[in-house]
């Protein structure tokens, strides 16, 4: 049996966690790596360690008794970031905001604007729907936005939803939300009847949420 690899967490830039998010995945469907679904052995560093706080700030998250909100670091880069000047700009700014999707309902469908400009042909032109699209995100990610924690032990709640473009769906716990989700449609799905994005968006919620 080979022996587990056990090295200390270590923080990665909000740039880079979504493109690293993405290589892991990858390397997880390819077989090179696998999820561990035991306890494992942590690596503590007591200088690092908080102890009585009522709260805590950790990858990007702030952690309290009540809920998770996104870190308020992370909150003012990201409503500081200027408007992208080229493809690069793009996908660092989607990048970033990706990883607080959680706390973004609909954000896919609301990226879309911006996320055409990705596109191989697409030139960059910076007009008033991608920048409307790039403000209401932005705006959409107040530090004080509380998710609750996940309890196993409580019945949950999935709601989903379609939309013309895209689907979206939240899983709550006593109506409290503690995870958003959305993705946006191809042009030949925006095209199926209400009912049948209805059922997309239901798939989509379960296979989102499915662990």
Same mark, same amino acid.
């Given at each position: 049996?080979?022996?587990?690899?056990?090295?200390?967490?270590?923080?990665?830039?909000?740039?880079?966690?979504?493109?690293?998010?993405?290589?892991?995945?990858?390397?997880?469907?390819?077989?090179?790596?696998?999820?561990?679904?035991?306890?494992?052995?942590?690596?503590?560093?007591?200088?690092?360690?908080?102890?009585?706080?009522?709260?805590?700030?950790?990858?990007?998250?702030?952690?309290?008794?009540?809920?998770?909100?996104?870190?308020?670091?992370?909150?003012?880069?990201?409503?500081?970031?200027?408007?992208?000047?080229?493809?690069?700009?793009?996908?660092?700014?989607?990048?970033?905001?990706?990883?607080?999707?959680?706390?973004?309902?609909?954000?896919?469908?609301?990226?879309?604007?911006?996320?055409?400009?990705?596109?191989?042909?697409?030139? *960059?032109?910076?007009?008033?729907?991608?920048?409307?699209?790039?403000?209401?995100?932005?705006?959409?990610?107040?530090?004080?936005?509380?998710?609750?924690? *996940?309890?196993?032990?409580?019945?949950?709640?999935?709601?989903?939803?379609?939309?013309?473009?895209?689907?979206?769906?939240?899983?709550?716990?006593?109506?409290?939300?503690?995870?958003?989700?959305?993705?946006?449609?191809?042009?030949?799905?925006?095209?199926?009847?209400?009912?049948?994005?209805?059922?997309?968006?239901?798939?989509?919620?379960?296979?989102?949420?499915?662990?």
């Amino acid at each position: 049996m080979v022996k587990l690899v056990i090295c200390p967490p270590r923080k990665i830039p909000m740039t880079l966690q979504q493109k690293l998010k993405d290589k892991l995945t990858d390397m997880e469907h390819k077989g090179v790596i696998k999820k561990v679904h035991v306890p494992t052995e942590w690596i503590n560093r007591r200088k690092k360690s908080h102890f009585n706080k009522e709260e805590v700030t950790y990858l990007g998250h702030k952690l309290a008794q009540n809920g998770v909100q996104p870190g308020r670091e992370e909150v003012k880069a990201i409503t500081a970031m200027p408007p992208p000047e080229d493809k690069k700009g793009v996908e660092i700014f989607l990048g970033t905001v990706n990883y607080m999707a959680k706390f973004i309902p609909n954000l896919s469908m609301i990226s879309k604007p911006i996320r055409k400009l990705l596109k191989k042909d697409n030139q *960059f032109v910076w007009e008033h729907k991608k920048a409307k699209a790039f403000e209401e995100i932005k705006n959409t990610l107040p530090s004080e936005k509380t998710l609750g924690y *996940f309890n196993p032990d409580e019945k949950i709640t999935l709601e989903c939803d379609s939309l013309q473009f895209g689907l979206g769906a939240v899983v709550t716990e006593r109506g409290k939300p503690i995870a958003y989700a959305s993705r946006s449609l191809s042009d030949a799905k925006s095209r199926y009847t209400q009912i049948e994005k209805e059922l997309l968006a239901v798939v989509f919620g379960l296979e989102q949420f499915e662990t």
